[in-house]
């Protein structure tokens, strides 16, 4: 089975504006390419390779509630099952909750590394 690459780099712009704005945020490269953010080399978000979705940190109980309370936007997929992130549909989101999730995952970020 061939992995599809088909992704726009101008869908992530609107995560792009907000997860800059976060102390040690910078721009960065993931698999494939895709556009993504980090704080301090941890993955905050990234763009999936197949420019259907974005991939976001968050925290399981954070995930949780999103999945419950924005279902037409947030999901999981196999991979990301066992790991602290949410994944949301390109331009299915609004700014509130874009911001809302990109809070939780640098939340979960910083605390991990103060308790490092």
Not at 3 to 30: C, G, H, M, Y
Not at 75 to 104: G, R, W
Request: charged share 25%.
């Amino acid at each position: 089975m061939t992995k599809i690459i088909n992704f726009n780099p101008i869908d992530f712009e609107p995560v792009r504006a907000i997860a800059l704005q976060f102390p040690d945020a910078t721009d960065s490269l993931s698999h494939y390419d895709t556009p993504s953010i980090k704080i301090k080399k941890n993955l905050l978000c990234r763009l999936h390779e197949n420019g259907e979705w974005i991939a976001f940190r968050t925290d399981f109980e954070s995930r949780e509630q999103f999945l419950e309370r924005y279902p037409e936007s947030c999901f999981i997929t196999p991979h990301y099952q066992d790991y602290p992130y949410v994944c949301m549909y390109v331009n299915s989101y609004s700014t509130e909750l874009l911001k809302a999730v990109l809070e939780t995952g640098f939340k979960a970020i910083t605390e991990k590394k103060k308790a490092s």
